[in-house]
């Protein structure tokens, strides 16, 4: 069911998950929008409200925990609850080892990785205190295969892989009920090619989007399917793409 169920979500101010906002909530979910460009996420919150829907938003850094922690409360003030967080939000400056560009690679761990961290934190007290709820994160196909130029993004959504694995297994273990799904995205037309610094790098991955890309929809649909599964049934991982991409 997804029809009144309050879900928080993390990048939302473009690509996946302001398509995944406007599915939801046109489905009848309570959505509550976070990411850093707070004037997207009031115009996303805005074309919700218009359309029937219900939203609310707060510009948050996921990197800082006090900001996760304020979505949460934010969902319970405005909506009385959390049922639902996706933990989206994340960048992709690409480059070789070589190049040494140390501030992406911590940027990188900062956000994908910690990020993820922080939005755990904020809310599995709820979720524990509730016994139920369901997180969902965005990996990559980059986290079930290398390619060169990709070792710290692949590294930080190969990270997620073994995290959400292991979150679910504890929280069966030890009867919170909290749902996992863990989704493995391959070229989706979004904004992520922005953060790619490096020349070279940024006009391969562009050709091969250009080539391959489909719309974040479909990883939004995706989305809404995992939480539309019955209480009792966790599908926990969703590998997503073009179906004419190779690799
Ligand atoms: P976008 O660049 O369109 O979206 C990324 C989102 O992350 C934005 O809303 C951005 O918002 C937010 N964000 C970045 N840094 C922070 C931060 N510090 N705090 C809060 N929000 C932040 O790209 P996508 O929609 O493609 O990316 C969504 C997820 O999908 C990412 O985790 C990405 O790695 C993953 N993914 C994407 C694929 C693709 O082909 N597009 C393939 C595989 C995975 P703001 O800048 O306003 O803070």
């Known amino acids: 069911?997804?029809?009144?169920?309050?879900?928080?979500?993390?990048?939302?101010?473009?690509?996946?998950?302001?398509?995944?906002?406007?599915?939801?909530?046109?489905?009848?979910?309570?959505?509550?929008?976070?990411?850093?460009?707070?004037?997207?996420?009031?115009?996303?919150?805005?074309?919700?409200?218009?359309?029937?829907?219900?939203?609310?938003?707060?510009?948050m850094d996921v990197t800082l925990q006090s900001d996760n922690d304020q979505i949460?409360?934010?969902?319970?003030?405005?909506?009385?609850?959390?049922?639902?967080?996706?933990?989206?939000?994340?960048?992709?400056?690409?480059?070789?080892?070589?190049?040494?560009?140390?501030?992406d690679w911590h940027q990188m761990v900062d956000v994908n990785v910690k990020g993820v961290l922080n939005g755990v934190a904020a809310v599995l007290p709820t979720f524990m205190r509730?016994?139920?709820g369901q997180i969902i994160a965005t990996s990559s196909v980059a986290g079930l295969k290398?390619?060169?130029?990709?070792?710290?993004?692949?590294?930080?959504?190969?990270?997620?892989?073994?995290?959400?694995e292991v979150l679910r297994m504890e929280s069966a273990m030890e009867?919170?009920?909290?749902?996992?799904?863990?989704?493995?995205?391959a070229a989706i037309n979004t904004?992520?090619?922005?953060?790619?610094?490096?020349?070279g790098i940024a006009q391969t991955m562009q050709g091969l989007y250009d080539k391959y890309g489909i719309a974040p929809e479909r990883i939004a649909s995706v989305v809404a399917f995992a939480i539309d599964q019955p209480e009792d049934t966790t599908i926990n991982?969703?590998?997503v793409g073009p179906a004419n991409q190779p690799w």
């Open 72 to 103: 949460v409360q934010l969902a319970h003030d405005r909506f009385g609850g959390v049922d639902v967080t996706f933990l989206n939000a994340g960048l992709m400056p690409n480059s070789m080892l070589s190049a040494l560009k140390t501030d």
């Open 1 to 59: 069911m997804i029809k009144d169920k309050v879900v928080i979500i993390t990048g939302a101010s473009s690509g996946i998950g302001e398509a995944t906002a406007k599915l939801l909530a046109g489905q009848g979910a309570k959505v509550v929008l976070g990411a850093r460009r707070a004037e997207r996420l009031a115009q996303i919150a805005a074309e919700i409200t218009a359309a029937g829907g219900q939203a609310a938003f707060r510009e």
């Open 237 to 239: 991982e969703f590998t």
């Open 146 to 164: 290398a390619y060169p130029g990709g070792a710290v993004y692949g590294g930080t959504k190969w990270f997620l892989r073994d995290f959400m």
């Open 175 to 185: 009867g919170t009920n909290i749902r996992t799904a863990n989704i493995y995205p």
């Open 130 to 132: 509730q016994k139920s």
């Open 191 to 199: 904004e992520l090619l922005s953060t790619i610094r490096d020349p």
